[in-house]
């Protein structure tokens, strides 16, 4: 489904990534850990078309489709779905106005304006948002929890091919991460061959979420993969017990 080919990638001059390749197969998913400043938020960036970094060379290909070739909204219509760290507020913007100009352009679909508000209902019920939501502006004067949350209802309402959720668990408390894990998990009952890719700093939100496959990048280069148990024995040694 995705694969990533000896990727490298670049912020300006400055080599961020170097020589990583991965595989993310329909239906499974992944942990992507690693210290802080390791690359795992570029890599995310670098999928989905961020302008400041440069992909410097190897290939990121979703299903057959070359995704540097594509610009951010290509990338978006083939599948690819990102829940960035830090939504940004747009002043201005009405959270139902974006929704469905976004809906629209990834299906090509111009769903009736009623209908598609039941469509919003449901999916903000499934991660507590209150339906007065729709009337606010996107992200202005929401709470962290309240952004991630929307993020996980837009994944509810785009169905992606592969979602990569950025530090999707900071923030949260209990309660929230529990209601975000069960959405997620939704999801991927309705769609089994979603492929959910976690980028996360702790092991918090895997207790609710097992993935199939834990990948550990250090300082832009993929050091270590495996099972689920690579993620509790960062829990238990840190990150300096694997020898990184």
Do not use: W
């Not at 690359?39 to 995310?44: F, H, I, Q, V, Y």
């Not at 929401?142 to 923030?171: T, Y």
């Amino acid at each position: 489904m995705l694969y990533l080919k000896n990727v490298s990638i670049a912020l300006d001059t400055k080599p961020i990534i170097d020589t990583l390749s991965l595989s993310f197969s329909a239906g499974t998913v992944h942990a992507l850990m690693g210290p802080n400043g390791s690359g795992k938020s570029t890599l995310a960036a670098t999928l989905m078309g961020h302008p400041a970094y440069t992909l410097t060379s190897g290939q990121l290909l979703l299903d057959t489709s070359d995704l540097s070739a594509l610009p951010v909204e290509k990338r978006a219509r083939a599948g690819l779905f990102l829940a960035a760290q830090y939504p940004q507020e747009v002043p201005g913007v009405q959270v139902f106005t974006f929704l469905k100009e976004a809906h629209r352009m990834l299906t090509g679909q111009d769903i009736a304006v009623s209908a598609f508000k039941e469509l919003v209902y449901a999916a903000f019920d499934r991660v507590n948002l209150d339906h007065s939501f729709v009337y606010r502006n996107l992200h202005e004067g929401f709470s962290g929890g309240e952004k991630k949350r929307l993020e996980i209802a837009q994944l509810l309402l785009f169905s992606p091919k592969v979602a990569l959720l950025d530090e999707i668990d900071s923030g949260l408390d209990v309660d929230a991460l529990k209601l975000v894990a069960q959405a997620l998990q939704y999801a991927k009952s309705v769609n089994p061959d979603l492929v959910l890719i976690l980028i996360t700093h702790y092991n918090r939100i895997l207790e609710y979420i097992v993935p199939d496959y834990v990948h550990v990048i250090s300082c832009g280069r993929l050091v270590a993969s495996g099972s689920h148990e690579l993620a509790h024995t960062i829990e238990q040694r840190g990150y300096n017990g694997l020898s990184l």
